[in-house]
Antibody, heavy 123, light 112 residues
């Protein structure tokens, strides 16, 4: 049973870089059937797609976050990470990592999610 | 970027009655491969989202058959035939046809 677990500081100072890691267990991050993403949810708000990355390192970003966000993958550790520079209070949210499945299952959506981690950006 | 718009944003429903949520995309979600990558996710209070429906109308593993999806092009609908108490939560449509992918704003389903 594949599981994802987010980790990182729960409190970040404004203007600093928010860094999170998602550890994948019970399966390999190297599979070409999947890619891996970050989604966030500000308090009381909806889901916001941030970025995804393939095991090859190819990545896509939400347009408005592209200048500040970096997603990376470490296949040796079976992890992928998100860095968001110049953090502001608007980045305060629960951050989820998730698997996007293209095949097995052939759903072409996020089929497995982590529990989420709350990050607060303080001034 | 493709913008996803859901209506209504809130839906009070009586137990046992049907519910319907609409999702409209700012451009066609038909991919060049012919598939339409529109999915629906449910988020119960205090939980991460859960995949319900993928590629417009396919129920994900373990999803009750009271949930159904339909639509084409830019207009899509999620229907619950008879709402149960466990269906309370927020429902999101999501497009994965074009990067960057995007979610609708969410529709809160609550019991009257």
């Amino acid at each position: 049973q594949l599981q994802l677990q987010e980790s990182g500081p729960g409190l970040v100072k404004a203007s600093e870089t928010l860094s999170l890691t998602c550890t994948v267990s019970g399966g390999s991050i190297r599979s070409s059937n999947y890619y891996w993403g970050w989604i966030r949810q500000a308090p009381g708000k909806g889901l916001e797609w941030i970025a995804v990355i393939f095991h090859t390192g190819s990545a896509y970003y939400k347009s408005s976050l592209r200048s500040r966000a970096t997603i990376s993958v470490d296949t040796s550790e079976n992890q992928f990470s998100l860095r968001l520079s110049s953090a502001t209070a608007a980045d305060t949210a629960v951050y989820y990592c998730a698997r996007h499945s293209d095949f097995a299952p052939d759903v072409d959506s996020f089929d497995i999610w982590g529990r989420g981690t709350m990050v607060t950006v303080s001034s | 970027d493709i913008v996803m718009t859901q209506t209504p944003l809130s839906s009070p429903v009586t137990l046992g009655q049907p519910a319907s949520i609409s999702c409209r995309s700012s451009q066609s979600l038909v991919h060049i491969d012919g598939n339409t990558y529109l999915s629906w996710l449910q988020q119960r209070p205090g939980q991460p989202p859960r995949l319900l429906i993928y590629k417009i109308s396919n129920r994900f593993s373990g999803v009750p058959d009271r949930f159904s999806g339909s639509g084409a092009g830019t207009d899509f609908t999620l229907k619950i035939s008879r709402v149960e108490a466990e269906d309370v939560g927020v429902y999101y449509c999501m497009q994965a046809t074009q990067f960057p992918h995007s979610f609708g704003q969410g529709t809160k389903l609550e019991i009257k």
